[in-house]
């Protein structure tokens, strides 16, 4: 058969309220424009992310059941350290909260006022983790990861010329360690290639510097690696997951994505100095280290999670619906980043709207146009979210201006696309009646969760 069906049936269901165009009008002005203030109930597809959103599966909410409360030495932390050492083979293993503590705890022991930090892209919470640290968080994307319109498999790859530039221009000491994120949330959801991550690791160990993957996507990607990198075609996901980690010597990891859970992160290290580090950050941000911030039921369900994401026809599944969405878009003229990325369709808002500056915000515009059309509630990668200013205090257009529709996992259906895809549609047809957007209120950091906005005449 050449249809891909899901690769589950649905047992429980959750209403899905439509609320009309004027009350969708009236929740928009509340929100002050800026939809992550919106109430959730008042959106009818939501975009906004692909994390925590997911649905669990039967043998999750049945190891959910089987969680040890204890606070020390639990049997869930067990399952959960063990799945966790199988897939990535690191040593010393940290349960966290959710991915932006594993950063936190990272940069706050290891990072140092004036440091460098490159990364393929930093994802904005990362960035903020490093930057609040100190530290310059680089970015050092490959070009072809700049192009949004080119289809080449491995978009996400750092550029080894300019990390090798990097190095030399900046002493090693200045450089505590390098990330490398997969996917790369912020350039698309693309992939990065093993063989750069093999690379990377390559030059990083001439100068005894570590290398942190931000593994949020770890499955997403080993999916697209076994699809398009040769020499893989043979191997598990579990296998090509387990090489990824070989060349780590660290990891930051938000099991909201690939750890198909509502909440968790992990943070793990080889290094027995950076582990007492963590260990002692741990104990005072988070928990005990044996939960670090989460249930015994937490650990339990991420553990099922970790090892469900990285089943084959899980993945085939989930890249097909993201597929679907993105090929019936691109049947219909819409700019999206070429290729299709693994966990969200992103459309350029700067070809969408091309009359819209980027310092007014083109995807806003294009967020807050999907919500009043259809009750679509998506996010901003651009200018607004990556908030860059100049010396003076200008502020500097972002490279890229995308708005990302996240798909959740395990969630939304085949009809539902086809709404979400007729709503893109009709706002594609009015595209020239959309305004731009001016920021009234910004917080000093990750403004875009919080900001408030008023629409350009
Ligand atoms: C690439 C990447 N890194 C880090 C994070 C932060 O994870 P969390 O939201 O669990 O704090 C995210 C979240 O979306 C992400 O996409």
Known sequence: ???????????????????????????????????????????CIDLLTDSGTGAMSTQQWAALMLGDESYAGSKSWKKFESVVKQITGI????????????????????????????????????????????AHAIDLLCDKGLNTTLE???????????????????????????????????????????????????????????????????????????????????????????EMFSYADAATMSCKKDGLANIGGFLICNNDQWAEKFRNMLILREGFPTYGGLAGRDLEVIAVGLMEALEYDYQVY????????????????????????????FLDAKQFLPNIPPIQYPGIGLVNALYLEGGVRSVELGTVM?????????????????????????????????????????????????????????PSFLRHFTCQLEALE
């Open 1 to 43: 058969m050449s249809t891909i069906i899901e690769p589950f049936r649905i047992k429980m269901t959750e209403p899905l309220k439509i609320i009309s165009k004027d009350e969708r009008i009236e929740a928009l002005k509340r929100a002050y424009n800026n939809v992550f203030l919106l109430d959730a109930e008042d959106c």
């Open 91 to 134: 040593k010393h293993i940290f349960p966290v909260h959710q991915g932006r503590a594993a950063e936190s705890i990272l940069a706050q022991t290891i990072v140092n006022k004036g440091d460098v930090i490159p990364n393929n892209s930093h994802f904005d919470t990362t960035r903020a983790n490093m930057e609040y640290a100190g």
């Open 152 to 242: 080449a498999p491995f978009k996400g790859d750092m550029d080894i010329e300019n990390l090798k530039k990097c190095i030399a221009d900046n002493s090693v000491e200045k450089i505590p360690f390098c990330m490398i994120t997969v996917t790369n949330n912020t350039g698309g959801g693309q992939p990065v290639s093993m063989n750069n991550i093999r690379e990377i690791k390559g030059v990083l160990k001439k100068y005894g510097i570590p290398l942190v993957i931000d593994a949020c996507r770890f499955a997403e990607n080993a999916y697209f690696i076994k699809k398009h990198e040769q020499g893989y075609q043979d191997l598990s996901l579990l296998e090509i997951a387990q």
């Open 318 to 345: 989930r890249h097909a619906t993201v597929e679907y969405l993105g090929r019936s878009l691109i049947d219909k003229g819409v700019p999206i980043v070429r290729p299709i990325g693994g966990h969200a369709v």
């Open 386 to 442: 990556f908030g860059r200013f100049d010396e003076q205090g200008n502020e500097l257009p972002s490279p890229l201006e995308l708005v990302r529709l996240a798909i959740p996992r395990r969630v939304y259906t085949q009809s539902h696309f086809d709404y979400l895809i007729e709503t893109i549609d009709a706002v594609w047809e009015k595209k020239d009646s959309i305004p731009g957007y001016k920021i009234t209120y910004q």
